[in-house]
């Protein structure tokens, strides 16, 4: 059974940094596509990006704009989410997100979910 965590929320200025990790049990976290999704209370979640080792295949939501990047720790199972330049906008739940399979994007209906870590943008 695939299992994530995430970690690394917390409150922050606007204009600054946060990096966040996801680290999954259960299986090889680097064979698959993973993505981060977020969600506001009361709004629809939506997707921010997606990587693909397999395929090479990266995918971004329009409002990155270079602002975040993905990576990997393969040896610690763990991806990181690092944000930089946030926005009060980008206040929301992170979740850390695998359907087990290499395509990006990840439409996250049938996939594996994390439980969430907040970020908080405000001055």
């Known amino acids: 059974q695939a299992q994530l965590e995430e970690s690394g929320g917390g409150s922050v200025q606007p204009g600054g940094s946060l990096r966040l990790s996801c680290t999954g049990s259960g299986f090889t976290l680097v064979k698959y596509a993973m993505a981060w999704f977020r969600q506001v209370p009361g709004k629809a979640r939506e997707g921010v990006l997606c990587y693909s080792s397999s395929t090479g295949n990266t995918w971004y939501a329009d409002f990155v704009k270079g602002r975040f990047t993905i990576s990997r720790d393969n040896a610690k199972n763990t991806m990181y989410l690092q944000m930089g330049n946030l926005e009060p906008e980008d206040t929301a739940v992170y979740y850390c997100?695998?359907?087990?399979?290499?395509?990006?994007?990840?439409?996250?209906?049938?996939?594996?979910w994390g439980r969430g870590t907040q970020v908080t943008v405000s001055s």
């Open positions: 997100v695998t359907d087990l399979d290499v395509k990006c994007p990840i439409d996250g209906v049938s996939s594996y």
